[in-house]
């Protein structure tokens, strides 16, 4: 869960940020694939947060992935975490690592699914 809401450049009204944030991803994966977190990420085509987030807030809403301004950086994606409770599901990049292997070896496995059951399968 991303949050708070952006300004984007030469809107009035604030956006919600899953469509800059899905962005920054699809250019992460392309760039560098899902084992990197999408965090510390610069967004484009925004001009900051609708509201500015500090270190407080973020101890506060461990559970939030907040989106903040700095002055020698821009706005960048501060955060990588899922909403689950359990170790092996609460980073962003190991939950969708997991995922992209699930669904390689499922498709890997996809030509075998009615071969007989011998020594060869």
């Known amino acids: ?3 708070p809401w952006l300004r984007q450049s030469g809107e009035e009204a604030p956006v919600i940020p899953s469509g800059a944030v899905a962005g920054a991803w699809a250019t992460v994966d392309r760039q560098r694939g899902v084992w990197k977190a999408p965090a510390k990420i610069a967004l484009r085509g925004i001009d900051g947060p ?11 809403h461990p559970n939030l992935n907040f989106i903040r301004e700095f002055a020698e950086r821009g ?5 990588a975490w899922t909403l689950d409770d359990t170790d092996d599901g609460r980073l962003i ?24 059951n011998t020594a060869l399968t």
């Open 93 to 116: 990049l190991i939950r969708r690592l997991y995922n992209m292997v699930e669904r390689h070896v499922q498709s890997v496995l996809e030509q075998a699914v009615f071969e007989p």
């Open 50 to 60: 609708f509201l500015q987030a500090t270190d407080t807030d973020q101890r506060a």
């Open 1 to 3: 869960m991303y949050c």
């Open 75 to 79: 706005t960048l994606i501060w955060g």
